[in-house]
Structure formats: structure tokens, C-alpha cells
């Protein structure tokens, strides 16, 4: 956590009692956690709990069926702070949401070209700053049909940092990588998040690497939080359920790689 947060300041995040289902299926059923500033903060769970829809309905992509939310103390609710919130954030989506018609270059100025604010010689240096980052600069003028897995990952995170957010939402980063890129994936988070200081809720089925880069834990199932606290509580926990998640996880682990 950022030592200079003052102990009264709010959470960047704040969620209470959040329900939210579609038809007849409730996917969350009562989720509250909160963010704390500078921190990081993975969300595990099995395909299908809900953590998308999570993430989705605290950016606003979905409508919450009841509970509340807060920015920075302030309640999502009221119209201004959603805008805030939106500003201040980005979202790495989960199968990267790139425009196959533009370039690396043209992907990444795109967020600074809606946002509106400075100048086009303000942008373009953001843009080579963050593409120069992400060891992306010589792919500048290519598309993204001509990257690998790994580098299309980068230049997502690219576009999503281009805009210097406060928070940054990763849906499953690492989707479709393999272990070494998944690996890289969660070494590039880490260290651009001590870099630049950013919040980062990240959702993932990398339990591992999540353990090392996280602060924070949030376990998702059966649409309630079985588990919230520091990465080190959950690894060292023995709690039976916590357990037998991360057996399943290293079991399913070792059957993919061999
Ligand atoms: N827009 C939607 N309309 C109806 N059902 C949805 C929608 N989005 C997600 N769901 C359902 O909600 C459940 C949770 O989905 P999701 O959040 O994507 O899971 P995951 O934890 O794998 O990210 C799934 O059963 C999914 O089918
Ligand atoms: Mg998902």
C-alpha cells in the first residue's frame, strides 16, 4: 500500500451488498469489499462466478440489481462521480477489445483523442512514452493481426495506461498466454503499478502469480466473497474450501503443461 495514504483517507473503491443477476439466474448475491489506494488487488474464482460481471458493474458496463458503490468516499450513484471514475480509470479487457483497422500507434492514441484534453503534440509524446514502456516502439506502425498473443497483451495494457489512470482494471490478462508470457504479464503489472503508483483490480485464474504481485485477495464463489484479505492470509490459509481451490488450481496446472 502507498505509505503516504492517510489512514482516514477512503478506499480508491468501495462496494457494499452488491447483487446482481440476469432473468432468472442471480450471479452475485451479496458482494462487498473495498480497494484500498495503491494497492493491488486480484479477484480468483471459478469460470462463470461472476467476476466479469463484477468488474462490469462497478465501471459501469452493467446495471447493478441493488447495493452501493463508492469512488474515493463518494457514491457511484450520483452521475458526476461515475464520470469521475470513468476518467480516472482504464479497463484491460479480457480479449483485448483492439481496432484490427488502426496501428499500434493509432490504438494507443485513440483514448487520448476521445479524452479531448491537451495537445496533439502532448499526445503523441504519451503515446511514444508508453509504447517505448511496453517494448512495443518498432511495431509502431503495424496492426494488430500482425502481433503475437504477447505483444496484442501489450499493446492493450499500453492503450489502457496511455491515459496515466489512477486505477486500472485487468480482466483476465493473461487469457490464452503461455506460462512464460503469463508470467511476464503479471512482471509487467507489478512493476509499471510501482512505477507509476496506480490502483490495480485484476481478475484472474493465475492463483500463483497473483499470490506474488497481489496486496490483496478477493475469492469469488457461488456469487459471495468466500474470502478477502492480504495475498499472504490466503496462501498460508488453511481454512478447508481456500485449500482445496488452490489444489484445484496447481491440479489443473500441472494437467495443462503436461
Ligand atoms: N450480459 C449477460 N447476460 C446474461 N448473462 C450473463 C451476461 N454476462 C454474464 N452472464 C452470465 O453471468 C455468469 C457469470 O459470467 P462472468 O462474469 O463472465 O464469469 P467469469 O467469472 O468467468 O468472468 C455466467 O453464467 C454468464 O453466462
Ligand atoms: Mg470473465
Redesign the pocket.
Known sequence: MNPSTAPSEPPVLEIRRLRKG?AE?E?LRDISFQVPTGSIVSIL?R????????LKCVVGL?EADSGEMFYRGAPLAKSECRIALRRASSYVFQHNALFDSATVRENVLLPLQARGTGSPKEWDKNVRDVLARLELEDAAERYPAELSGGMQKRLAVARALVTQPELVFFDEPTAGLDPLRRNAVFAMISKLQRERGFTAVV?THDVQEALVVSSRILWLDAGLVRFDGPAAEFETSDDAQICEFRDNIAALRTALRS
Open positions: 440476469f439466474r450471479v474464482g469460470s462463470g462466478t461472476g467476476k466479469s460481471v463484477l452493467l481478475v
